[in-house]
Structure formats: C-alpha cells, structure tokens
T-cell receptor, first 113, second 114 residues
Framework: QQPVQSPQAVILREGEDAVINCSSS?????VHWYRQKHGEAPVFLMI?????EQKGHEKISASFNEKKQQSSLYLTASQLSYSGTYFC??????????????FGTGTRLTIIP | NAGVTQTPKFQVLKTGQSMTLQCAQD?????MYWYRQDPGMGLRLIYY???????DKGEVPNGYNVSRLNKREFSLRLESAAPSQTSVYFC?????????????FGPGTRLTVT
C-alpha cells in the first residue's frame, strides 16, 4: 500500500519554509526522499533509517518517527530551485535486504519570486 | 561515468506490438529496478533484480517481462502492448551491502500505446 503524502501541493514565496509529510500504514525500516523536476528523473535528497542513521544533502533536513511510521521533510528558506514534485519511498521493517521501495503519490511544490 | 542510461527516450507503439526497453548502469551496482510513472500515481515498481540472474515482481508486473542479462543491463519487455501501458518508464540502480544507499534513476522512456 502506498504511503500517504501531505499536502498534495503547496505554493510558497521565495524564502518561506515548508514541511512535507509521509505516512505509512506499515512499520518501516527506511524512508527515502526524492525530488523530481518536470520531465526529468527523480533525484535523491535524503534517506532515514530505523534506529536514527541518515544520509542526505546538507541543505535538506528530515525526521523519521518510527512509532508513528511517519517522516517529514523540512525545506527552509526556500529557493526557486526547490520547485518540483517531492516523493517519499518507504521500505517496510523486516524487509532488510529486500530493498523494494513503495513511493507516495507526491507533493508538488511551487516557489514563486 | 554515464550513470544509468535508458533507450529509447521516446516510443510510440500500436496496440499488440511488442518492444524491449533497455537499461544499463556503469556503477557496478547489484540492484536494479523498473518503475512506471503515471500522472497522479507516483512511481510504481514493476520488477526488481537483486543481482545478475535474479528477478522479483513489484506492485504492477502484469503485462511485462524482464531480463537481467548481466550485472550492467536490465531490460523490460512488453509482449503485447496495451493503451494502459502508456506511461513514463524509469530504470534505477542501487548498490547493496552494508551501508545506506540511494537509488540512481535513468532519464526515462516515454511510451505511448495507441
């Protein structure tokens, strides 16, 4: 079952902050975040693992609440280049080594000058 | 280092025709994936390969077959194309083993079935 992302779309002025949420009905081993610009391939932003390990870009921050099976992506002081669709991908707990992700339907972020 | 490459970039098929989408990666990754992306649906996994010679079904495997020819190449075949298979297809690869690894995506193949 796909994770649920919220909001579905958001419009920000340059410099404003945004939070994108991802919620799963299953216990999770990891959450991945990707950004996709129109007509392009998804690009990696962040991975968060059960237990607290994470890997990602310096200017991106995210959290992972294992008990609630939720993750949030924090975009601060947004820039025009942040525009795009953000996807979370989840890997269920107990599937270590399975490596199959289920992606949400995306959050479309538009930054205006 | 080209990363993940996909051919063709665009394709138009008639219902019932067959074709193979090619994917190759030069990063020595073990895991490879095929996804389809439809408007409003996000990325859905079609097939996955953990290593050369192994494949596993994803969420939407019906109507597709795959071949992991070697470590570099992972192809997706549509035996009898249907309009419902009109989509953008992405191939991805990922290292495996101990560590935290992201997926690397190819540029996509835009397929239209009429």
């Amino acid at each position: 079952q796909q994770p649920v992302q919220s909001p579905q779309a958001v419009i920000l002025r340059e410099g404003e902050d945004a939070v994108i949420n991802c919620s799963s009905s299953k216990a999770l081993y990891s959450v991945h975040w990707y950004r996709q610009k129109h007509g392009e391939a998804p690009v990696f932003l962040m991975i968060l693992l059960k237990g607290g390990e994470q890997k990602g870009h310096e200017k991106i921050s995210a959290s992972f609440n294992e008990k609630k099976q939720q993750s949030s992506l924090y975009l601060t002081a947004s820039q025009l280049s942040y525009s795009g669709t953000y996807f979370c991908g989840t890997e269920p707990s107990g599937n270590f080594g399975n490596e199959k992700l289920t992606f949400g339907t995306g959050t479309r972020l538009t930054i205006i000058p | 280092n080209a990363g993940v490459t996909q051919t063709p970039k665009f394709q138009v098929l008639k219902t019932g025709q067959s074709m193979t989408l090619q994917c190759a990666q030069d990063m020595n990754h073990n895991s490879m994936y095929w996804y389809r992306q439809d408007p409003g649906m996000g990325l859905r996994l079609i097939y996955y390969s953990a290593s050369e010679g192994t494949t596993d079904k994803g969420e939407v495997p019906n109507g597709y077959n795959v071949s992991r020819l070697n470590k570099r190449e992972f192809s997706l075949r549509l035996e009898s194309a249907a309009p419902s298979q009109t989509s953008v297809y992405f191939c991805a690869s990922r290292p495996s083993g101990t560590g935290i690894f992201e997926q690397y995506f190819g540029p996509g193949t835009r397929l239209t079935v009429t």
